[in-house]
């Protein structure tokens, strides 16, 4: 997900006080607006991930050093090439908390605790603010805090290659999001907050990371319930599988050429500064990355680890109770406008699919993909996304729709329904939605013919969040219902507390009664969940050839 609009440092436009909350020996002074949400960021849980710490699992550090600390801004993104350069930074373990005034005086009050998206490789905390969603915790009488973490990402979050799996440094993103929430339970009841009620909320790569963690007993004791946005099932394999991109990137490093193709690149890493490494990034990770390709998502680190197997095999495992749903045209946002041959659609589905199978492309593989692609007709684009757009073709190849609708029913779409089947039938409290918003729009900056991207990914967090972070929705109803159903799970673990905006019983997923709660752009429906039935079944019971 591409996001170019940020959120001011300054965050709000009034100041009114310097609210203040103690940390140990420290006081950490934050901001307060007009509505009454206060604000603290840019706090570190982590020491810098610098030096001998680069490429390294995070150090958690719960106080921090002096007296006094300002607190009245969001830190830095990440290292990455979607922002410039003096936005960006290593010293970047850093969390925000969004607050309803004198909520230290109050009840403990649940967290709700999120993980921006940007498929592993962009994007940051900074993006997003929480305030709208506390202010409407507050107005409907169940106060929350909105707690967001940062995280490393690309080849310094997710290094690859048999060195990274034989130094056990794999998935370090996902450690710095569990090194987030330790600092949590360590601190939230400072401001007030419930260590106890932790729901995990996130978007694309953000909801990726929170139900890959509460797959596993990592998680145990730090959350309770996930909100997953647009979860995708990415194939996960082990490390191997990214050598090549890995070793481009030691290769693009100044000083560190020399090392490239060898099994002792991270001596040279640690010892480069800042700047080497983001020229690496700059040359490396625009043609390696995007959820198109894997080269930095996750990997399976085996026993023990974040990730065992592939998340298909683990989904019976989850413990948490999980609201789950997708937006109708989940593929568009990544299909190229240019696609035109059957081929692009072919390689997309190949380079998901599990190594072994791929070079060349073994006989199971391409029988697996032309069964699958024959359920996708090339000559009927009624069939393609944006979905219920009939014959339209928006100025595009009759291609685009079908590829857009190949990778939205591949990556996304099959997955909300097979983790809601494995849940539910393992006795999890199970509630599946479908974002339909014909007015929703992207937050991405990308050129698009008009109408192309139809209910796209990332177009259901202007509802979300509010009109303070992505400007005003086409339907505040609705996006006052959503934010609704998501702080009532949050606080009660069933989005029916009947407080706040009128709205619709949302009824618990099931096998039974396989039933999603589907977002239209004024109103709400329930629905059964069987849409391309026979394309998504097809994709879940071949999940030994795609790698998901």
Aim: glycine residues 10%; aromatic residues 10%.
């Amino acid at each position: 997900m591409l996001i170019t609009l940020l959120i001011s440092t300054t965050l709000f436009s009034v100041a009114l006080g310097a609210p203040q909350v103690r940390i140990g020996k420290t006081t950490l002074t934050g901001i307060e607006s007009s509505d009454g949400i206060e604000f603290f960021g840019g706090i570190p849980f982590a020491k810098p991930p610098l030096g001998s710490l680069r490429l390294q699992p995070p150090v958690l550090t719960t106080s921090l050093e002096g007296s006094i600390f300002n607190a009245t801004a969001f830190g830095p993104s990440c290292l990455q090439t979607d922002l410039p350069p003096n936005q960006v930074s290593e010293d970047c373990l850093q969390l925000n908390v969004f607050r309803p005034s004198n909520a230290a005086s109050k009840k403990k009050l649940p967290i709700m605790f999120w993980i921006f998206g940007g498929g592993f490789t962009i994007g940051g905390p900074s993006f997003y603010n929480g305030s709208d969603i506390v202010a409407k915790s507050v107005s409907r009488g169940t106060p929350v805090i909105f707690v967001s973490v940062n995280y490393r990402l690309g080849p310094l979050g997710f290094p690859q290659g048999a060195e990274a799996g034989d130094k056990k440094i794999l998935n370090l993103g996902l450690k710095d999001i569990l090194a987030g929430l330790k600092w949590v339970q360590a601190n939230i009841e400072a401001f007030g907050g419930d260590k106890k009620k932790v729901t995990l909320i996130g978007e694309s790569a953000g909801a990726t990371s929170a139900f890959e963690l509460a797959l596993g007993t990592h998680i145990k004791g730090l959350a309770r319930a996930v909100i997953a946005e647009s979860v995708a099932f990415l194939p996960a394999f082990g490390p191997k599988r990214g050598e090549a991109a890995w070793q481009a990137f030691v290769s693009a490093v100044p000083g560190c050429t020399s090392v490239a193709n060898t099994s002792n690149t991270l001596d040279c890493l640690q010892s480069v500064n800042s700047r080497s490494i983001l020229q690496a990034l700059q040359v490396t990770v625009p043609a390696t990355s995007g959820l198109s390709d894997v080269s930095w998502f996750p990997n399976i680190d085996g026993h023990g680890g974040l990730i065992p197997d592939a998340l298909s095999k683990l989904t019976s495992t989850m413990r948490l109770p999980i609201i789950i749903g997708n937006n109708r045209d989940e593929g568009t946002l990544f299909a190229p406008q240019d696609t035109n041959s059957t081929t692009q659609t072919r390689n997309i589905v190949i380079n998901f699919s599990v190594p072994s199978l791929q070079k060349p492309p073994s006989k199971k593989l391409n029988d697996t993909t032309n069964k699958l692609l024959e359920l996708y007709p090339e000559d009927n684009p009624a069939f393609g996304s944006p979905f219920g757009t009939g014959n339209q073709m928006f100025g595009l190849n009759p291609e685009f729709k079908r590829w857009a609708a190949v990778f939205g029913d591949f990556v996304f779409q099959a997955a909300r329904r097979k983790i809601s089947k494995s849940m539910s039938a393992s006795g999890i409290k199970v509630f599946g939605y479908q974002f339909t918003g014909p007015n929703a729009t992207a937050m991405a900056d990308i050129p698009a013919a008009p109408g192309s991207l139809g209910v796209t990914h990332s177009s259901e967090l202007t509802y979300v969040f509010g009109p303070q972070t992505f400007g005003s929705p086409a339907s505040p109803s609705l996006s006052a219902i959503m934010q609704d159903y998501w702080i009532s799970f949050a606080v009660s673990l069933n989005p029916n507390d009947g407080k706040g905006f009128k709205r619709h019983h949302w009824v618990q997923y099931s096998s039974n009664n396989p039933i999603i709660m589907q977002f239209r752009e004024n109103d709400t429906v329930l629905v059964p969940d069987d849409y391309r039935h026979n394309q998504l079944q097809f994709i879940s019971e071949h999940a030994d050839v795609f790698g998901i």
